[in-house]
């Protein structure tokens, strides 16, 4: 199994939709908890981190689940420029990030 | 947020020749480097963790002695690349972390190296 898993998608949405993403991750002891988003052939960008509380950024919604061991990222009024690759990101204690495959998101008009 | 730089940020070259490629944090004092190795359509693969001034930890199945890196100073580490194949040719991304200027522990992405090996 691999550390942290997500669906690659695509996830081919129109302008104005509600869209959710999810990540699990294997390793219970893991403390840190993120959401990054990749345009193609650009470095990862920090989106948000994930808090134990949840948490809002605009449009951005992150959630965390530690006994099911999943995080959440949901976009709501999808725009054209949220196309891109939204990349989940845990680090265990020692702050060694593992990343997911990445899910691909294209909002179209 | 802090500037990390990579260079170069594209290269070709051919089959057999080393490439050293520099990332360097601008602003920001980099306890910890990480190096990161993305084929296409796939996730982002830690290479290797460096540590100013030690030895870099190699992840299992990155062979130290092809990747060699070298991180002299807070500001700066370098990957080179031996003997490079066209197996090589992928998108390499280098990270600093440390602490910022909140206190807290950040982690900060160079804009990465496009490597074509022909």
């Known amino acids: 199994r691999k550390e942290v898993e997500q669906d690659p998608g695509p996830f081919n949405v129109p302008e104005g939709a509600t869209v959710a993403f999810n990540c699990t991750y294997s390793n219970s002891a893991s403390q840190s908890f993120f959401w990054y988003r990749q345009d193609c052939r650009k470095e990862p960008k920090l989106l948000m981190s994930?808090?134990?509380s949840g948490n809002e950024d605009g449009r951005f919604t992150a959630q965390l689940n530690r006994a099911s061991q999943y995080i959440s990222l949901l976009i709501r009024d999808s725009k054209l420029s949220d196309s891109a690759t939204y990349l989940c990101?845990?680090?265990?204690?020692?702050?060694?990030?593992?990343f997911g495959r990445g899910t691909s998101l294209i909002v179209h008009p | 947020g802090a500037v990390v730089s990579q260079h170069p940020s594209w290269v070709i070259c051919k089959s057999g020749t080393s490439v050293k490629i520099e990332c360097r944090s601008l602003?920001?004092?980099?306890?910890?480097m990480f190096w990161y190795r993305q084929f296409p359509k796939q996730s982002l693969m830690l290479m290797a963790t460096?540590?100013?001034?030690?030895?870099?930890?190699?992840e299992q199945g990155v062979e130290k002695d092809k990747f060699l890196i070298n991180h002299a100073s807070l500001t700066l580490s370098t990957l080179t690349v031996t003997s490079a194949h066209p197996e090589d040719s992928s998108f390499y991304i280098c990270?600093?972390?440390?602490?910022?200027?909140?206190?807290?522990?950040?982690?900060?992405f160079g804009p990465g190296t496009r490597l074509t090996v022909t």
């Open positions: 602003d920001f004092q980099a306890t910890t």
């Open positions: 990270s600093a972390s440390g602490e910022g200027a909140t206190g807290r522990y950040e982690q900060y």
């Open positions: 990101v845990v680090e265990g204690g020692s702050y060694i990030p593992t």
């Open positions: 994930v808090y134990s």
């Open positions: 460096s540590n100013e001034g030690s030895k870099a930890t190699y």
